[in-house]
């Protein structure tokens, strides 16, 4: 028997190719993107605003009432920036007579959290007199509120004031879901 000498083999040199192909595959699939979603009213869309109820004038303050239906915030951004739920009520007018929109309260609303989101971060706030600007009556820190939630708002009230006179008064009130806290 003699010495035996080494041999060399391209097997290995091709599975070196071939082991570098499956992980340049694996490195373009692992870089796909997330999409981001959307943050907005969930099913069934925007809540609804009845009318105030009416009112007989006695020469009394009276209070009159309007309800907001339960509605649903979904975000599924992934932005972590928060968001808000802002209800604004305008000044309610007959042409000679205004029922001012800081006549108007509402209790802050109640938020549950649905399929698995956290309540962490997310509340529900009062009015503060300030309808007219637009008020916040539900947030979501930033870093908080991924998911969907459920709002039962409060009742609104207005004090119609003893010196109404009376009409058919008008306004106009708008909710909307915006990003940030």
Known sequence: MGAMTPRTSCRHGRLGWLG???????VLLAAAPAQAGTLDF?????????????????????LTS?????????????SGAGWKVVLTVSDLSNGGSTIPATSMAMAAPVVSPADGASTTGVMGHATAGNLASGE?????DAHDGDGSYLVSPGILTSTVPASATAGVYAGSATIAVVSGP
Not at 45 to 58: A, E, H, K
């Open 20 to 26: 570098a192909v499956a992980l340049a595959g694996a």
């Open 42 to 62: 969930g099913p069934p869309g925007q809540p609804g605003i009845s009318d105030f109820g009416s009112v007989t004038l006695n020469g009394t303050q009276q």
């Open 66 to 78: 309007l309800a907001i239906t339960p509605f649903s915030v979904v975000d599924s951004t992934g």
């Open 136 to 140: 916040k009556i539900v947030t979501a």
